[in-house]
């Protein structure tokens, strides 16, 4: 998709407007799991999450190849939104964005402070996608769209601070939704040839992706109910699918209980705040912690845009999930 110079020149770019997000080790995590855990903080970015990267050097490339471009149009469930309105604000562009019905509200809020025109429907991100790209037909705006390979090489940059900073990484737990943060993650690695494991984690309750790698085909799921909404993927890309099998050592999947449970866990050991998403790395790495004992393991909380309401509501359960799905 890219070498390691042009990753480098993203990194480069990306860096221009937000400085790289710190990876620490927190000792109480460590106490907790019996691995050395670093966290890769993406919930430090300007939007909160890892896709501002994708964003910013996503538009940056399409005014290079289409200065005429005005108008932009997407999908999302927030992060995505996030990130190219930002990019679409910095580079003078109007965006439309569509998300599904019922959708956080405080990520639509953050959507519209940044310029972009919300427009809610569908029941889900698929059916926001469906409308995205017919808005797109119809008025000639420039879809863009959840997969790109200069949003790979965008969000790649994570890994790439990540990787430089800390050494010898036995194993990293990195979320998946549409694909482009674990598939970013896997290229860096090649790139720099190491040989940390990578272990992507989806929901229990949208888990196509989960399917798709074990199956070896693009598996489709009929719902993707979970409070998680950056895992809330029911139609994984056949083109995020072929990296994710031939660079991810396996995809777990963890249920709504433990990714609530991951939620806590941050907030008590670290005081960071974490989305669902965000968590679910973390919830993957409790579920595997008997098999990761004394090893290097980074997390990837990918990002910290979670409702307020719903936080509070999770942070005051302090049930512990069972150890089955």
């Given at each position: 998709?890219?070498?390691?110079?042009?990753?480098?020149?993203?990194?480069?770019?990306?860096?221009?407007?937000?400085?790289?997000?710190?990876?620490?080790?927190?000792?109480?995590?460590?106490?907790?799991?019996?691995?050395?855990?670093?966290?890769?903080?993406?919930?430090?970015?300007?939007?909160?999450?890892?896709?501002?990267?994708?964003?910013?050097?996503?538009?940056?490339?399409?005014?290079?190849?289409?200065?005429?471009?005005?108008?932009?149009?997407?999908?999302?469930?927030?992060?995505?939104?996030?990130?190219?309105?930002?990019?679409?604000?910095?580079?003078?562009?109007?965006?439309?964005?569509?998300?599904?019905?019922?959708?956080?509200?405080?990520?639509?809020?953050?959507?519209?402070?940044?310029?972009?025109?919300?427009?809610?429907?569908?029941?889900?991100?698929?059916?926001?996608?469906?409308?995205?790209?017919?808005?797109?037909?119809?008025?000639?705006?420039?879809?863009?769209?959840?997969?790109?390979?200069?949003?790979?090489?965008?969000?790649?940059?994570?890994?790439?601070?990540?990787?430089?900073?800390?050494?010898?990484?036995?194993?990293?737990?990195?979320?998946?939704?549409?694909?482009?943060?674990?598939?970013?993650?896997?290229?860096?690695?090649?790139?720099?040839?190491?040989?940390?494991?990578?272990?992507?984690?989806?929901?229990?309750?949208?888990?196509?992706?989960?399917?798709?790698?074990?199956?070896?085909?693009?598996?489709?799921?009929?719902?993707?109910?979970?409070?998680?909404?950056?895992?809330?993927?029911?139609?994984?890309?056949?083109?995020?699918?072929?990296?994710?099998?031939?660079?991810?050592?396996?995809?777990?999947?963890?249920?709504?209980?433990?990714?609530?449970?991951?939620?806590?866990?941050?907030?008590?050991?670290?005081?960071?705040?974490?989305?669902?998403?965000?968590?679910?790395?973390?919830?993957?790495?409790i579920r595997e912690q008997s098999q990761q004992q004394g090893?290097?393991?980074?997390?990837?909380?990918?990002?910290?845009?979670?409702?307020?309401?719903?936080?509070?509501?999770?942070?005051?359960?302090?049930?512990?999930?069972?150890?089955?799905?």
């Amino acid at each position: 998709m890219f070498d390691l110079n042009a990753l480098r020149l993203a990194a480069h770019a990306v860096h221009q407007t937000l400085a790289p997000t710190p990876q620490l080790a927190w000792p109480l995590l460590a106490d907790r799991l019996g691995c050395t855990v670093w966290v890769k903080h993406e919930n430090h970015t300007p939007t909160g999450a890892f896709k501002v990267r994708g964003g910013l050097l996503y538009v940056q490339g399409l005014l290079a190849r289409e200065p005429q471009t005005k108008g932009l149009v997407t999908a999302t469930r927030g992060n995505h939104g996030q990130s190219l309105a930002l990019a679409a604000r910095s580079m003078g562009l109007s965006i439309r964005i569509v998300v599904p019905e019922g959708n956080s509200l405080e990520k639509n809020a953050a959507m519209r402070a940044l310029g972009a025109t919300v427009i809610e429907c569908g029941k889900d991100f698929d059916e926001a996608r469906a409308e995205a790209a017919a808005l797109a037909n119809t008025h000639q705006w420039h879809l863009v769209p959840a997969f790109h390979p200069d949003l790979i090489r965008g969000v790649a940059t994570y890994a790439l601070e990540l990787f430089e900073a800390v050494e010898e990484l036995d194993t990293v737990y990195v979320p998946i939704g549409m694909g482009s943060g674990i598939c970013g993650l896997i290229q860096a690695r090649d790139l720099l040839g190491l040989n940390t494991e990578i272990v992507g984690v989806v929901s229990a309750h949208a888990d196509a992706f989960a399917q798709s790698f074990e199956q070896g085909r693009v598996v489709c799921t009929d719902s993707a109910h979970t409070f998680a909404d950056g895992l809330a993927c029911r139609q994984p890309l056949p083109e995020a699918l072929a990296i994710i099998a031939q660079g991810a050592a396996r995809v777990i999947r963890v249920s709504d209980r433990e990714i609530e449970h991951a939620i806590r866990v941050y907030h008590e050991t670290t005081h960071n705040t974490a989305e669902g998403a965000g968590a679910a790395a973390l919830a993957g790495l409790i579920r595997e912690q008997s098999q990761q004992q004394g090893r290097r393991v980074a997390l990837i909380l990918s990002g910290a845009n979670i409702d307020r309401q719903l936080y509070a509501g999770i942070l005051a359960d302090g049930v512990e999930p069972s150890a089955q799905l």
